[in-house]
């Protein structure tokens, strides 16, 4: 498999071709054993194959510190086993991979709501942890086992005086030791949404304080027909002013202030210092950047580009995250189009900030029937247009089978030999466009994923088609000219 770098907004192949990727989260947080929490990694060849056939060409492959640094410095090698095992996988049907260590609630283990740190390295003085009674982040709004253990591993408190974060840099260091010649490897995800501990909290407040305020007095917000909404059973309803982008910032900026000190502060810290250490280990792999928890409500993501000394790291992209609030549930429906856009949007802004291509890390959502799959081809359509790569949240058993397949299954660019001016998809008339101008001519062809049988092709240049074994998709292989290239498919 081609090695995947970076060149300012674009990932290119040793080619110098631009790579889109089209991906999916496989996630192992472990399940609660009667004494410890269990993990697996359950995810086959079988599964592997037919993300594969489906056109997923990158997993964000999720995994804990509590899952491989059981006790300090002793590695689970067996569990490590089965993460390569996947990462095999991968490369076998030319899937690349890029690792996560991921956390929810800063750790997770009997009698806890969470996933992420070994109870060893759970500093949280004296503070006991509480499970989720109402909805699963809540430890982070007023959970203090949860915000004390954040806010001591952001400060680097001791652990048999060893800083926490070098016990976590030594296990990063473990890992990328493993992974580092990977063929299929394509980076190094440090922290999952990293939340600013105590001021997180703080930021729940204010947020909380800013709704209220807003309601009250703006005139956005009308109270008689807030609350008609409420005393008729559609309470739901009441969410509806806030899809305003501009009234929804005006709550969320509240936390503006925090979350700017916790980013070029405690963050920016913290991955400068992982980063360095797994490039003591390897120059393979893209460092990966991602938003505070907050961020993902679209407030302003402020850490500067990951440096050693105020050296850039070369290999670097951004992996923002975002959801609708009715994110996984029946009211998801419901999902606002433009409160989300204007998230995504405010990510834009990042990324041209940084100089770094984009990659969501998380994205998405589930619910029944298929009335919300106008949201999930909404935001498809946005990452299309700032020529984005995705992962979405997350594989679940029967992902494959469910609606939103038609949306995550479809024509999509692979390798395009020079620069991108646009791609589309309209699904109404069932019609992908391509359209990129060419800078010389290369020796190996652009690569474009067709889905499924399709009525016509149109192009400018020659092409040959490869077929997708087992399945009605194919590769579209275009010998484009240096100039302006153009592709039509008709289904």
Known sequence: MKKITTFKQKFIDTHGRERIFNGVNLCDKGYNGEEERIYEMPFNEELIKKLSQ???????????WDAIEPEPFKYNEEYLDKVEKVADLCEKYGIYFYLDMHQDLYAGFKGMDGDGAPKWACLTDGAKFQKTRFVWAEGYFWGKATQRAFDNFWNNAEYNGIPLQTYFCKMWQHVAERFKDHPALFGFDMFNEPF????????????????????????????????????????????EPFNDPDLFRKVTSAGNGLIYKFDVGAYSQFINRTARAIRNVTDNGIMIMENSYYSNLGIPYSAP????????????????????????????KYASNSRVGSIFDQHRKSQQRLDVPVIVGEWGGQSEGTDWLFHINFLLDKF?????SQTYWAYYDGLLENP?????????????????????????????TLEFEQDKDYDVPSEVFIHKA???????????????????????????????????VKF
């Open 196 to 239: 600013p501990g105590t001021d997180g909290g703080k930021v729940f407040r204010k947020l909380a304080g800013s709704i209220v305020k807003t309601v009250l007095t703006d005139k956005r917000c009308n109270l008689v027909w807030m609350a008609k909404q409420v005393l008729t059973g559609n309470a739901i309803r009441v969410l």
């Open 384 to 388: 299309d247009k700032n020529h984005w």
């Open 54 to 64: 489906n056109g997923f060409n990158l997993v964000r492959l999720g995994m804990t």
């Open 454 to 488: 399709f009525a016509s092709i149109e192009c400018t240049a020659d092409y040959e088609l490869e077929a997708v074994d087992g399945t009605e998709a194919s590769i579209l292989k275009i010998n484009g000219k240096p100039g302006n290239n153009k592709v039509t």
């Open 305 to 332: 580009v990951i440096n050693y000394d105020g050296v850039r790291e070369e290999k670097v992209c951004f992996a923002p995250h975002a959801y609708d609030l009715m994110v996984d549930t029946p009211a998801y």
């Open 404 to 432: 939103i397949m038609s949306s995550l299954n479809r024509t999509t660019p692979v390798a395009i030999c020079g620069d991108i001016v646009e791609y589309t998809t309209d699904r109404e008339n069932g019609i992908f």
